[in-house]
């Protein structure tokens, strides 16, 4: 299985590749279209501020070539923002893939939101052979509301998507590479897709 980690100078890549090690698979870090298609999964990882990251997407067309993608695709943490249709962080136009618009945290509570939370209301092959409340790891400031393809919740001030699905693309606000056994048996899962 080609497993490829898009590379665009935003992701956390490194955790994310000894994550996949640690489950017995390989990853390579690419930002070439043409490994990106030939890829079996495809990792979209995000770390940093939505407009910059935006930017270098935009810079090497592959804010074109995400949304063409017909294999699975999984966004994590600003990824999955990004896959979004817009995000206040920088007033940035998204990919469109989900049709939701990222908005900040603005309900009294501690901003970012680092650290562990629960996650429920789990609807996707993403979390097959899980309990309904697991906890994952955050750090975030902003977040996708609940729309229609929201495929699980987290409660932080008020209850916000923290999985998105639609077709082949999924979505998740936690990081999984960094969320204990739950975390690896959800990137398992997306390989096993």
């Not at 697991?134 to 999985?163: K, N, Q, R, W």
Request: net charge neutral; glycine share 8%; proline share 4%.
């Amino acid at each position: 299985m080609k497993i490829v980690i898009i590379d665009y100078g935003a992701g956390n890549t490194k955790s994310i590749q000894f994550a996949i090690e640690r489950l017995g698979w390989k990853s390579i870090l690419s930002d070439n279209p043409n490994e990106i298609i030939k890829a079996n999964k495809v990792i979209f990882p995000g770390v940093g501020e939505a407009s910059s990251a935006m930017s270098k997407l935009k810079a090497t067309g592959l804010d074109k070539l995400i949304p063409q993608l017909t294999q699975p695709v999984l966004g994590i943490c600003l990824g999955m923002q990004l896959m979004c249709n817009s995000s206040e962080e920088g007033n940035t136009k998204g990919l469109g893939i989900f049709d939701i618009d990222v908005v900040k945290f603005n309900h009294g509570v501690k901003v970012p939101q680092i650290g562990w939370n629960l996650i429920s209301n789990l609807k996707s092959p993403l979390f097959y052979d899980l309990n309904d409340k697991e906890y994952m790891y955050l750090v975030h400031s902003f977040y996708a509301p609940i729309c229609e393809d929201t495929v699980a919740t987290t409660d932080y001030g008020i209850s916000y998507t923290t999985a998105l699905q639609k077709d082949n693309f999924y979505g998740v606000q936690f990081h999984p590479e960094k969320s204990s056994k739950a975390g690896s048996k959800i990137l398992s899962n997306f390989f096993e897709l």
